[in-house]
T-cell receptor
């Protein structure tokens, strides 16, 4: 069974610092990996989708990398802002039915 | 935002009563999913649907049933609610496997 781990569970950084969020998984046979953001009491917002054949994806200040051989993905958020405070979840699509296996998330606080 | 509406958004119910949660989409996506989110567990798949009347079990399906009689609606039923089913329930949709998934705002269910 695929295990997805996100470390650290919580992170606090001052505004302007770059954020590095880690996601590790045990089975490299994945279809894609998606990073989500979740604000308290809200749903999940899709940030980036990396197909299994891709190494990275970028959107604005966000960059996500994927290394299947080592079972790792990293989400970089450049020049963090207080509005980036949220929980970040990584999710692996493990079959062709679009089913996801989620990590427990990293809770990020960006202090002004 | 993807057109996904979950109802109700909050519900308190008594142990042993039946409960039905509704997910309605306006995107005409083929795939729909129900997840539950609990502290320390991340999101876990309950059931999913790959078309009208086509459903299958996920990781934590015991005590839950689903139905999908129309493309736009996916119902999750707790036949006899238990305290262990107190959770936040999320509906998700995707056009197919291996593409971006979109999530609803969630339903907070408390079983007392």
């Amino acid at each position: 069974k695929q295990e997805v781990t996100q470390i650290p569970a919580a992170l606090s950084v001052p505004e302007g610092e770059n954020l590095v969020l880690n996601c590790s998984f045990t089975d490299s046979a994945i279809y894609n990996l998606q990073w989500f953001r979740q604000d308290p009491g809200k749903g999940l917002t899709s940030l980036l989708l990396i197909q299994s054949s891709q190494r990275e994806q970028t959107s604005g200040r966000l960059n996500a990398s994927l290394d299947k051989s080592s079972g790792r993905s990293t989400l970089y958020i450049a020049a963090s802002q207080p509005g980036d405070s949220a929980t970040y979840l990584c999710a692996l699509e493990t079959d062709s039915w679009g089913k996801f296996q989620f990590g427990a998330g990293t809770q990020v606080v960006v202090t002004p | 935002d993807a057109g996904i509406t979950q109802s109700p958004r909050h519900k308190v119910t008594e142990t042993g009563t039946p409960v039905t949660l509704r997910c309605h989409q306006t995107e005409n996506h083929r795939y729909m999913y129900w997840y539950r989110q609990d502290p320390g567990h991340g999101l876990r798949l309950i059931h999913y649907s790959y078309g009208v009347k086509d459903t299958d079990k996920g990781e934590v399906s015991d005590g839950y049933s689903v139905s999908r009689s129309k493309t736009e609606d996916f119902l999750l039923t707790l036949e006899s609610a238990t305290s262990s089913q107190t959770s936040v329930y999320f509906c998700a949709i995707s056009e197919s496997g291996q593409v971006e998934a979109f999530f609803g705002q969630g339903t907070r269910l408390t079983v007392v």
